[in-house]
């Protein structure tokens, strides 16, 4: 069935996006990326790593998604049929973001529920483990852990619910309420953090500058890597979303607007995390650097045990994390989806509705599967994989795709038409040159260090994943489609 899919305006747009680029990573990996790599000096290539890779790429994406209005996997066919394969194994990558972001989603709503009794009780590492995340003894592997499984249900019943509507009906819709929510609930966090007792600790420690580090090219690859996992760039979301825009778009002017919501939410929240990290080096007479990790160790560990010892404040800042979290997960969640929905949509006629039945069906049990009792040890290896190595490559052949074989010259017009930051001969030279290049080498040394890093059933998982990944490709590629629905 062929659908016209179009936002009722570019604000629906705007938040989507806004969604699809404030996710977890901006919650709980910015202030520790910004901590362990040179604090206040890091924002030096962080900006720098905006200026000449994310603006100039989400330019792109924009501009390519708007002129062509179709899915990414068609896209790419138009401009050469063997690059149908990339497209689905690009698309692919993302699913396999969606299936594990999902069970991450599913721990975080395991927490919002226990954050109104606090039933992770006084050690807060050992719950995690036993009952939501589980732990890398293999040995583990034989039994589900049933909070998350279910949680990771719900979640996927959420998702469907929400993509199996038009775009501007469900994405649109849900972007506009829980973005503006999101924002709102993490302005209290922080505004009330920067109260606490020993606050000056946790911000001192994250904004000291260590200028020497600046000459330490892992600093600019941390920024370079931030960018592109903080804007969702390059994993077909932007270049999809777009294609929804109606005429007379300002391309450009969105792009500033949702770069700059995002690095603004990041920066801000990290103010508010590292003040309550301070007030508990304060009150437990802990070190920063023993009370600072990143990721889910943070949020499920740390968090928790500072909730515990806050006293009736804590009773209401943890349920507004951790329902917080789940915002972002949510928005987030959907942009990754869509690409995999998109694409099957436009490859097999088949209706949108129908499409995100089978894909959340799919995608669910899957995610299933990622909640036994190893479920953090597999879902750390796959990001990992998945991110360094698939995503990271197929970002830099996209930038080769549409700088050399598509005419580059043919976008500067249509993203100039309306938008107040013109494009010209500088933006060109950064996608046909520089992006390229940057993102080769910060591929080649991911590899180097995933592979040199990685224990024997790391490197099962990946091997798993890259062959499905090829072979899927090669099937959805070949696959004729379905004649037109009636």
């Avoid at 007479?285 to 500072?306: D, H, N, Q, R, Y």
Wanted: hydrophobic share 55%; with cysteine; glycine share 8%.
């Amino acid at each position: 069935m062929s659908e016209k899919l179009e936002w009722d305006s570019s604000l629906s747009f705007i938040f989507a996006m806004i969604g699809a680029a404030v996710g977890l990573g901006n919650i709980w990996r910015f202030s520790y990326v910004l901590y362990s790599n040179g604090g206040g000096s890091f924002f030096i290539p962080y900006f720098t790593a905006i200026a000449i890779m994310g603006i100039p790429f989400l330019i792109l994406e924009y501009g390519v998604g708007f002129s062509f209005k179709e899915s990414f996997s068609k896209i790419l066919k138009d401009i050469n049929e063997r690059f149908e394969y990339i497209a689905w194994a690009l698309v692919l990558f993302v699913f396999i973001v969606t299936i594990y972001y999902m069970v991450i989603l599913s721990w975080d709503m395991v927490y919002l529920l226990s954050s109104f009794t606090f039933s992770w009780g006084a050690d807060t590492a050992a719950y995690f483990t036993t009952t939501v995340g589980g732990s890398s003894d293999l040995a583990s592997a034989g039994f589900l852990l049933v909070p998350t499984t279910i949680c990771v249900i719900l979640m996927w019943i959420v998702l469907w619910y929400i993509s199996h509507k038009d775009v501007d009906k469900g994405i649109g819709k849900v972007s506009k309420v829980l973005i503006p929510s999101l924002f709102v609930i993490m302005g209290i966090i922080v505004f009330y953090a920067l109260t606490l007792p020993g606050h000056m600790i946790g911000v001192d420690a994250l904004l000291r500058p260590r200028w020497s580090m600046l000459l330490d090219i892992n600093i600019w690859l941390a920024a370079f890597a931030q960018i592109i996992f903080s804007l969702s760039m390059g994993q077909a979301i932007a270049l999809t979303y777009a294609s929804y825009l109606p005429k007379a778009s300002k391309l450009t002017d969105n792009v500033l607007i949702v770069v700059a919501s995002n690095s603004l939410f990041e920066i801000f929240t990290a103010f508010g995390v590292f003040s309550i990290l301070g007030y508990m080096s304060l009150h437990s007479g802990m070190a920063m650097s023993k009370l600072v990790t990143e990721g889910t160790g943070l949020v499920f560990v740390v968090f928790p045990m500072i909730f515990n010892i806050m006293g009736p404040i804590g009773r209401i800042l943890a349920p507004l994390l951790f329902l917080a979290i789940l915002f972002a997960g949510i928005t987030s969640a959907l942009g990754f989806f869509e690409p995999m929905l998109s694409s099957t949509s436009a490859k097999f006629n088949l209706g949108r509705r129908k499409t995100a039945g089978i894909l959340s069906i799919v995608g669910c049990a899957f995610s299933v599967l990622l909640t036994t009792g190893i479920s953090s040890y597999l879902v750390g290896i796959i990001d990992s994989f998945v991110n360094q190595f698939g995503i990271l490559l197929l970002i830099g052949v996209q930038c080769v795709i549409f700088a050399w074989f598509y005419k580059l010259d043919d976008l500067v017009p249509v993203l100039n038409e309306n938008g107040h930051l013109k494009v010209g001969k500088i933006w060109k030279f950064i996608i046909k040159y520089l992006l390229p290049f940057v993102l080769f080498a910060m591929w080649i040394y991911g590899m180097y260090d995933l592979f040199m890093s990685a224990a024997a059933f790391e490197l099962i998982v990946d091997s798993i994943i890259m062959v499905a990944v090829l072979a899927f490709s090669i099937i959805l590629t070949r696959l004729s489609p379905r004649e037109d629905e009636s």
